[in-house]
């Protein structure tokens, strides 16, 4: 892919995730859950791979928390679950494998080292399971929403044009 094209399919991944989490949101559990980041991680993974979903779901964290819409667990929830999403679909070539990965990294493995996160950089301390309910709603949540785009673009053959360039 060229990098003038990776970069701009980033940088639209990257201002849907941003707007998307004001716009879409509920709660779960003592938390809120933002599913577009879940959903923009599977988009990432499967279009531009693991590192570039990371770096996504680092920026969309990063402007989140510069302008004050998020919290410093978007990144643990969204980076750890975009690298296995990216990584899983990159093994495997199956959108089930993405979610699953986005599932597994975000509900389970970021919801586990939210604990020592959150004490380090936000001075709060918590059980190891206190963040599992809303990070595992959340990313389930999206994780559906991002396999429904990733279908409907297979379908509609954007998929093949964006993975055909990918390999070039």
Known sequence: MHRTRRITIMA???AIGVLGSQFLWFPAGIAKAYPVQHAVNI???VTLGPIPAVTIAFMIGLIRNLFGLGSLLAFPGGMIGALLAGYLYQKYGKIGWA???EMVGTGIFASLVAVPFAKVFMGTSFGALFFFPSFLTSSISGAL???FIV???KSAN???QI???RLK
């Open 12 to 14: 639209v991944l990257i």
């Open 43 to 45: 988009l990432a993974a």
């Open 99 to 101: 979610a699953f990965g």
């Open 145 to 147: 929403i991002g396999v």
């Open 151 to 153: 279908s409907r673009m």
């Open 158 to 160: 954007l998929l093949k």
């Open 163 to 165: 993975e055909v360039s």
